[in-house]
């Protein structure tokens, strides 16, 4: 049986939604009240927040409202994780056009709820108003410590730059989501590659990872949703440096080459410029890299470059490219 909104109304809905996360631990007020009460935790405090707008950040066609949901905690996570910190509460704004049935916003708090769960957040309130599109906005708290947070401008001039996991699946993913309609070939390498499609639709945070950059003596961080390409940019430019990125050595996920064939395209080209991955890029001593490679276990990290002296981000060899990667002004889904 399919509800609408107007069957419901606010506060109905609100019930609805609710009702489907799970206990807020550490929270002392939550959901139903005018502001969250939270238990206090030691160390510095951090806040993120991001919203994703369907049509920009997000397609139904391609992704679930389960798939959406998650996404919109987990990107969150994700800000706390490139500081070296731990995700604790997270508070929900929901946007909904009229006419939206209320399974799909019962499907978006499924993922919320599923992405809480599988990083240890509590979902501590949040709001729902009527929009022109649909928008999930997620504001986040958590802690760094006990080492202080990393930030973007702590590189130095040769310190290496490395990255966590594989890059590339996430816009490749995409790019076969939108083709599969039409087009047998993308719909054969989705099904081929399953994980292009999971990495669009499921962002992965990197929580331990980002905690043992932090210990390990990460001097720069940054996660991996504009691109490599641009995300390093943003590195050089807080810090006031430049890096060169050694293209052969970027871990790239399986698929992405055939996609890149596609596109008439290099690999290494949609890997630094897609983004949407949600690894780490991690900048530090070239001394720590073994230590810390030891401590991710399984979680491979790749040295892709090095901080240098200058601006801008080259390649080896020293040619400039023109920046590209994801830009909320010049981009879109």
Same mark, same amino acid.
């Given at each position: 049986m399919h509800h609408d909104l107007s069957s419901i109304g606010e506060f109905g809905l609100i019930r609805r939604l609710v009702g489907r996360l799970d206990p807020a631990v550490g929270v002392i007020v939550g959901p139903g009240d005018d502001a969250a009460v939270l238990a206090p935790?030691?160390?510095?405090?951090?806040?993120?927040?991001?919203?994703?707008?369907?049509?920009?950040?997000?397609?139904?066609?391609?992704?679930?409202?389960?798939?959406?949901?998650?996404?919109?905690?987990?990107?969150?996570?994700?800000?706390?994780?490139?500081?070296?910190?731990?995700?604790?509460?997270?508070?929900?704004?929901?946007?909904?056009?009229?006419?939206?049935?209320?399974?799909?916003?019962?499907?978006?708090?499924?993922?919320?709820?599923?992405? /809480? +769960? =599988?990083?240890? &957040?509590?979902?501590?309130? $949040? @709001?729902?108003?009527? %929009?022109? #599109?649909?928008?999930?906005?997620?504001?986040?708290?958590?802690?760094?410590?006990?080492?202080?947070?990393?930030?973007?401008?702590? /590189? +130095? =001039?040769?310190? &290496?730059?490395?990255?966590? $996991? @594989?890059?590339?699946? %996430?816009? #490749?993913?995409?790019?076969?989501?939108?083709?599969?309609?039409?087009?047998?070939?993308?719909?054969?390498?989705?099904k081929r590659y399953p994980g292009l499609a999971v990495a669009h639709r499921r962002a992965r945070a990197r929580v331990a990872a980002g905690r043992a950059a932090a210990e390990f003596g990460a001097t720069a961080m940054i996660d991996v949703s504009d691109g490599i390409w641009a995300d390093v940019g943003h590195i050089c430019e807080r810090s006031g440096l430049g890096a060169v990125i050694n293209e052969a050595a970027v871990p790239i996920a399986s698929g992405v080459a055939e996609v890149a064939e596609r596109l008439s395209c290099k690999s290494w080209e949609l890997a630094l410029g897609g983004g949407d991955d949600y690894e780490l890029v991690i900048v530090l001593p070239e001394s720590a890299v073994p230590n810390l490679a030891g401590a991710l276990g399984e979680v491979a990290l790749t040295v892709i470059g090095r901080m240098q002296e200058g601006s801008g981000v080259a390649l080896v060899g020293g040619s400039k490219i023109p920046s590209f990667g994801w830009d909320h002004f010049r981009s879109s889904l």
């Open positions: 935790r030691p160390g510095f405090v951090l806040a993120t927040t991001d919203m994703l707008v369907e049509g920009v950040h997000f397609d139904l066609r391609f992704s679930g409202p389960a798939d959406v949901g998650f996404k919109a905690l987990a990107v969150n996570v994700s800000d706390v994780a490139a500081m070296g910190g731990s995700p604790w509460w997270a508070t929900v704004a929901l946007g909904v056009p009229a006419g939206t049935p209320v399974e799909v916003l019962e499907g978006i708090y499924d993922g919320l709820a599923e992405a /809480a +769960r =599988a990083y240890g &957040v509590a979902v501590a309130g $949040g @709001d729902t108003v009527i %929009a022109p #599109a649909l928008i999930l906005s997620v504001s986040m708290t958590g802690t760094a410590g006990p080492h202080p947070p990393v930030c973007r401008d702590g /590189a +130095r =001039a040769g310190d &290496v730059i490395c990255v966590t $996991g @594989d890059v590339g699946a %996430a816009s #490749a993913g995409l790019t076969l989501l939108r083709a599969a309609a039409t087009d047998p070939d993308a719909r054969a390498l989705l």
